[in-house]
């Protein structure tokens, strides 16, 4: 059975695993360029270093040894993202999800306002699934507007409030579905 605090703890889980890709990508980068400079330069300083009476440290072997390191550790964190984003998908989408809504809505402004119990907040799970959907936080459904702090239904009945949110996160699952494949 999933629920939010898991999604939550993924989507960080995520981001952290990306933030890591792009610093391997940043270092690659400057490897690559490292290597390809090497080449132009190494016959002048070998020859600088031997008319000066000193050794020359040819780094091409070290580099060329970072640049695989860091390609595996760039193809092992695009792996980790990948099964992290489809688990994500999996789990958000699953008819077995526990959303943490505290049960007595309060009526805002005609709007049936649910809040998350206990004062929780899911600002990464809003932030991984909207980046999926391809939309910005917070998510509106038709009459739903899901968030990291709420859930506000856009009538004043709470039977009917709960109709609409459960239509229209069944719809949000239903599109991570159609997304995964």
Do not use: W
């Not at 080449?39 to 020359?56: D, Q, W």
């Not at 049960?103 to 932030?127: C, E, L, M, Q, S």
């Not at 968030?147 to 239904?153: F, G, M």
């Not at 004043?156 to 997304?179: G, P, R, Y």
Request: proline fraction near 3%.
């Amino acid at each position: 059975m999933s629920d939010f605090d898991f999604l939550e703890n993924l989507a960080i889980q995520i981001k952290e695993s990306r933030s890591k890709l792009y610093d391997v990508e940043d270092s690659l980068s400057e490897v690559n360029i490292q290597l390809r400079e090497i080449p132009l330069k190494r016959t002048t300083e070998s020859t600088f270093a031997k008319m000066i009476g000193v050794g020359y440290d040819d780094k091409l072997a070290d580099l060329e040894k970072a640049k695989e390191q860091l390609e595996r550790t760039k193809t092992d964190l695009r792996a980790t993202i990948s099964k992290d984003t489809d688990t994500f998908i999996a789990e958000l989408s699953s008819p077995n999800l526990i959303i943490p809504l505290d049960g007595n809505p309060k009526i805002v402004d005609g709007n049936t306002v649910y809040k998350y119990r206990n004062g929780a907040k899911f600002k990464n799970v809003f932030d991984i699934l909207c980046e999926i959907l391809g939309l910005s936080s917070p998510l509106v459904v038709k009459d739903v507007m899901l968030s990291p702090t709420e859930i506000v239904i856009a009538v004043k009945d709470e039977f009917e409030a709960k109709q609409k949110f459960i239509n229209s996160f069944h719809e949000v699952q239903n599109t991570l579905q159609l997304k995964k494949k």
